[in-house]
């Protein structure tokens, strides 16, 4: 795992359940936001789709570790 990867998983477990809950759906609504401008007129780096789904999909499984209470 990258170091830049290593330091946002870290931000991530310092937030609270309700900070990461808000989190998550404001990057969510950025990702649509996101490929919908991309749907009309195509952005410059279509690459920054897919780290926001990673961001995401970090996000989702910090929440998941915390249900499970790992």
Known sequence: MAKATKAKVDDYRSLDNEALNEKISDEELRLKK???SHAVNPIENPLSIKTQRRAIARLKT???KRTLGL
């Open 62 to 64: 910090e929440q998941r």
């Open 34 to 36: 996101t490929k919908f």
